[in-house]
């Protein structure tokens, strides 16, 4: 079992940047796909982003590619989103999500995770 902790988020200009973290506390950490999602008011809860346990694959939504990168550090137990290029669109809570599998499978839906953080809030204004 896994336990996630997000923080990071805060109040930031349209076209800056932010870094957000995911640690993780538990056994095997590294053998956990992270997935980060958000939710903005009045919306569902939308993919942003996975990284895979085994080779550190990444998989990016087409709202955020090439404006967002995910990386892990396995030593440190984090994951890490970071977000450039901000929006007003990109305002939102973001969670990470965890679930442990040995594949480079690229999950992307939310009933793909078991495990979730309670999620930081991110407000891009224009």
């Known amino acids: 079992q896994v336990q996630l902790l997000e923080s990071g988020g805060g109040l930031v200009r349209a076209g800056d940047s932010l870094r957000l973290s995911c640690a993780a506390s538990?056994?095997?950490?590294?053998?956990?796909?992270i997935g980060w999602f958000r939710q903005a008011p009045g919306k569902g809860r939308e993919f942003v982003g996975t990284?895979?346990?085994?080779?550190?694959?990444?998989y990016y939504a087409d709202s955020v590619k090439g404006r967002f990168t995910i990386s892990r550090d396995d030593a440190k137990k984090t994951v890490y989103l970071q977000m450039n290029s901000l929006k007003p669109e990109d305002t939102a809570d973001y969670y990470c999500?965890?679930?442990?599998?040995?594949?480079?499978?690229?999950?992307?839906?939310?009933?793909?995770?078991?495990?979730w953080g309670q999620g930081t809030q991110v407000t891009v204004s224009a």
């Open positions: 990284i895979t346990s085994t080779r550190s694959i990444t």
């Open positions: 538990g056994r095997a950490v590294n053998t956990y796909t």
């Open positions: 999500a965890a679930r442990q599998i040995y594949l480079d499978s690229l999950l992307s839906d939310s009933s793909d995770y078991g495990f």
